[in-house]
Nanobody, 126 residues
Framework: QVQLVESGGGSVQAGGSLRLSCTASGYTYYYNYMAWFRQAPGKEREGVATIYTGGGITYYADSVKGRFTISLDNAKNTVYLQMNSLKPEDTAMYYC???????????????????WGQGTQVTVSS
C-alpha cells in the first residue's frame, strides 16, 4: 500500500502563488509516476501535471503551462506543485496521485493512478 498526504493549500488572491506538497509513505517502490489532479464543484477531475519518478519527464495541462511547475524530491518521497500567477479558475480541490505505469498519451487519465491522497483545497479570489 501507498499512502499520500497533501499539504499547502489555502486561499490566495489572483496573481498570487502557492506550493502544494505531497509526501508518500508505505510501498513507495510500487509507483513510477506521481501527479496532481484537481476537481472543481460540478466538474470532472482533471489532470494538472504528471512527473516520472525516474527523472526528466513531465507533462502539463495546457491551462497551467508556464504557470505551474511539478517537481520531485525522491529522497523525501515528496512531489511538489509550485503554482504561480493563480487565476480564479484554478480554484479546486487538488489531489496527489501515484501510478505504476502511465502511458504518455494518457498521463492525465485518473484511471492510470491507483493511489490517491485526501486532497487539499485551493481557492483563488479575484
Amino acid at each position: 500500500q501507498v499512502q499520500l498526504v497533501e499539504s499547502g493549500g489555502g486561499s490566495v488572491q489572483a496573481g498570487g502563488s502557492l506550493r502544494l506538497s505531497c509526501t508518500a509513505s508505505g510501498y513507495t517502490y510500487y509507483y513510477n509516476y506521481m501527479a496532481w489532479f484537481r476537481q472543481a464543484p460540478g466538474k470532472e477531475r482533471e489532470g494538472v501535471a504528471t512527473i516520472y519518478t525516474g527523472g526528466g519527464i513531465t507533462y502539463y495541462a495546457d491551462s497551467v503551462k508556464g504557470r505551474f511547475t511539478i517537481s520531485l524530491d525522491n529522497a523525501k518521497n515528496t512531489v511538489y506543485l509550485q503554482m504561480n500567477s493563480l487565476k480564479p479558475e484554478d480554484t479546486a480541490m487538488y489531489y496527489c496521485a501515484a501510478g505504476r505505469w502511465v502511458p504518455a498519451t494518457s498521463w492525465s487519465l485518473p484511471a492510470n493512478f491507483g493511489y490517491w491522497g485526501q486532497g487539499t483545497q485551493v481557492t483563488v479570489s479575484s
